[in-house]
């Protein structure tokens, strides 16, 4: 089984979001779904293979993976020993944008989304 290690950064995201979810839906909300996020990214300590490789998905040359879990993309690394959790993006955000410099955005996506 490898160890599930998140990056500085996500970590601050994942802090943060649980703060917005304390502010809009009370702490009982922003606890159950924190602990619905963490518990599925958990599951990648015994199938690290189980999210969608963005290289394939977007033929780029990149190692990173990413799981959907409660409207958020969770993108990580496997390496040897361990999987790391490299960054957190909600859905309405571009991570591939953010990530890559190019827009995995459909034009129905940004008409739907109003960007």
């Given at each position: 089984?490898?160890?599930?290690?998140?990056?500085?950064?996500?970590?601050?995201?994942?802090?943060?979001?649980?703060?917005?979810?304390?502010?809009?839906?009370?702490?009982?909300?922003?606890?159950?779904?924190?602990?619905?996020?963490?518990?599925?990214?958990?599951?990648?300590?015994?199938?690290?293979?189980?999210g969608v490789q963005?290289?394939?998905?977007y033929d780029i040359?990149?190692?990173?993976?990413?799981?959907?879990?409660?409207?958020?993309?969770?993108?990580?690394?496997?390496?040897?020993?361990?999987?790391?959790?490299?960054?957190?993006?909600?859905?309405?955000?571009?991570?591939?944008?953010?990530?890559?410099?190019?827009?995995?955005?459909?034009q129905e996506s940004?008409?739907?989304?109003?960007?």
């Open positions: 089984m490898k160890k599930l290690e998140y990056s500085q950064i996500a970590r601050q995201k994942l802090k943060e979001l649980q703060g917005d979810l304390l502010q809009k839906f009370g702490e009982a909300f922003a606890k159950k779904s924190v602990k619905r996020m963490t518990t599925a990214v958990r599951r990648l300590e015994q199938f690290a293979d189980s963005i290289a394939e998905m040359d990149t190692d990173y993976w990413y799981i959907f879990v409660n409207h958020n993309y969770f993108v990580y690394r496997v390496e040897d020993e361990k999987v790391i959790v490299v960054q957190i993006f909600n859905e309405k955000e571009d991570f591939m944008q953010k990530l890559f410099g190019i827009s995995g955005r459909t940004i008409e739907y989304w109003g960007e």
